[in-house]
């Protein structure tokens, strides 16, 4: 069972990096990327970025809204879609400005491109007997996270990134 719920928060959180990141960077070489700056310091941050924010993401971003659409809606074939849109929607807003100072451009991005792949992960997840849709996606985010944060730490030890 955690051999499955692996795989498939890890198959999303590698589509997630494969699209997100490439396009993070043409958004920020084209000068509409972030206008904040990191703070190599802040590892309390770091383990929230991996641990806490997940879990309370999920919760309240793809859970939460998936489970009272369907109780407004029930199983109509618009659900999915509304679904969809009540979780990428407020995950998009979250993800602007804040401590990195993310532009609208780059909070858009993480919010569809990750929205989505969080979502689809939930999705997925709920479809396979005895997974945890709610884990599998916290998992999966943890996992994108994490990757994200550790690549960067590399870019900012190597001199790519201040």
Same mark, same amino acid.
């Given at each position: 069972?955690?051999?499955?719920?692996?795989?498939?928060?890890?198959?999303?959180?590698?589509?997630?990096?494969?699209?997100?990141?490439?396009?993070?960077?043409?958004?920020?070489?084209?000068? +509409?990327?972030? &206008?904040?700056?990191?703070?190599? @310091?802040?590892?309390?941050?770091?383990?929230?970025?991996?641990?806490?924010?997940?879990?309370?993401? &999920? +919760?309240? +971003?793809?859970?939460?809204?998936?489970?009272?659409?369907?109780?407004?809606? @029930?199983?109509?074939?618009?659900?999915?879609?509304?679904?969809?849109? =009540?979780?990428?929607?407020?995950?998009?807003?979250?993800?602007?400005?804040?401590?990195?100072?993310?532009?609208?451009?780059?909070?858009?991005?993480?919010?569809?491109?990750?929205?989505?792949? %969080?979502?689809?992960?939930?999705? &997925?997840?709920?479809?396979?007997?005895?997974?945890?849709? %709610?884990? $599998? $996606?916290?998992?999966?985010?943890?996992? +994108?996270?994490?990757?994200?944060?550790?690549? %960067?730490?590399?870019?900012? =030890?190597?001199?790519?990134?201040?």
């Amino acid at each position: 069972m955690a051999r499955r719920m692996f795989r498939i928060a890890g198959r999303y959180a590698l589509i997630n990096a494969l699209i997100a990141i490439p396009l993070h960077l043409l958004i920020n070489a084209a000068g +509409f990327g972030a &206008t904040g700056t990191w703070k190599p @310091g802040a590892m309390a941050s770091v383990a929230l970025g991996v641990l806490l924010a997940p879990v309370m993401e &999920t +919760f309240l +971003f793809f859970w939460l809204p998936i489970v009272l659409v369907r109780k407004v809606l @029930g199983q109509r074939a618009v659900t999915p879609f509304v679904a969809w849109l =009540v979780c990428v929607g407020p995950f998009s807003f979250t993800h602007y400005g804040g401590s990195l100072g993310r532009s609208a451009l780059t909070a858009l991005c993480t919010g569809l491109v990750g929205g989505s792949c %969080f979502y689809f992960c939930f999705r &997925t997840a709920e479809k396979d007997v005895g997974i945890s849709p %709610f884990w $599998t $996606t916290a998992l999966c985010h943890a996992l +994108f996270n994490g990757a994200v944060l550790g690549a %960067f730490g590399v870019a900012y =030890v190597l001199g790519f990134v201040s």
